[in-house]
């Protein structure tokens, strides 16, 4: 099993700074990564696949990057919606995620 | 419009099995690519990958979950059903089903339906 592990577990943000969000595999997985961002009693939202690509509708202040082991997610200046759980998910063997990254208001 | 919503029962007895019904619109799980997934979410807990199910019927399961698990479809119904036998506790999740389509991410989730484990 791919083990995802993500950091910081709370990141606390004041609106309209930069977000930086970490996610490790335990072995590669290549470019088989994706984002959901999670709010309060609903569905996570798919952000990005393939590691960089920002799905339908996500705005350009969301972006991706990495490869292999190491992958990250930024955003590029935190509007009061983006205030979420965000959770990365490897693809690249049977779906694994990782614990999530919550994105706490400073 | 994608859309995907998820039915069954809210309550069941330890030993018991789930049967979870996903019925969707705006695609085909008939058309090549196309799978309908299982996740499921622990109150307060992260995000568990259950099981798979793609157009030409292959099938994947979670490798620890996999001797309770059955997922089929019913692509004339439009319809997915994942089974899970033996339930215990801390099966007491809220049931994800998704679309995915060329790999296997999620895109987009159904509501979600909570199920508790109890007697």
């Known amino acids: 099993e791919i083990v995802m592990t993500q950091s910081p577990a709370t990141l606390s943000v004041s609106p309209g700074e930069r977000a930086t969000l970490s996610c490790r595999a335990s072995?590669?997985?290549?470019?088989?990564l994706a984002w959901y961002q999670q709010k309060p009693g609903q569905a996570p939202r798919l952000l990005i696949y393939?590691?960089?690509t920002r799905a339908t509708g996500i705005p350009a202040r969301f972006s991706g990057s990495g490869s292999g082991t190491e992958f990250t997610l930024t955003i590029s200046s935190l509007q009061s919606e983006d205030f979420a759980v965000y959770y990365c998910?490897?693809?690249?063997?049977?779906?694994?995620f990782g614990q999530g990254t919550k994105v706490e208001i400073k | 419009q994608i859309t995907l919503k998820e039915s069954g029962p809210t309550l069941v007895k330890p030993t018991q099995t789930l049967t979870l019904t996903c019925t969707f619109s705006?695609?085909?799980?008939?058309?090549?690519?196309?799978?309908v997934g299982w996740i499921r979410q622990p109150p307060g807990k992260a995000l568990e990958w259950l099981a798979l199910?793609?157009?030409?019927?292959?099938?994947r399961y979670s490798p620890s979950l996999k001797s309770r698990l059955t997922i089929t479809k019913d692509t004339s119904k439009n319809q997915v059903v994942l089974t899970m036998t033996n339930m215990d506790p801390v099966d007491t999740a809220t049931y994800y089903c998704?679309?995915?389509?060329?790999?296997?991410?999620?895109?987009?989730w159904g509501q979600g339906t909570l199920v508790t484990v109890s007697s």
């Open positions: 998704a679309h995915s389509t060329v790999g296997d991410w999620f895109d987009p």
């Open positions: 705006g695609f085909s799980l008939s058309t090549s690519g196309v799978g």
């Open positions: 199910i793609y157009w030409d019927d292959d099938k």
């Open positions: 072995q590669s997985v290549s470019s088989n």
């Open positions: 393939g590691a960089s």
């Open positions: 998910q490897q693809y690249n063997n049977w779906p694994t």
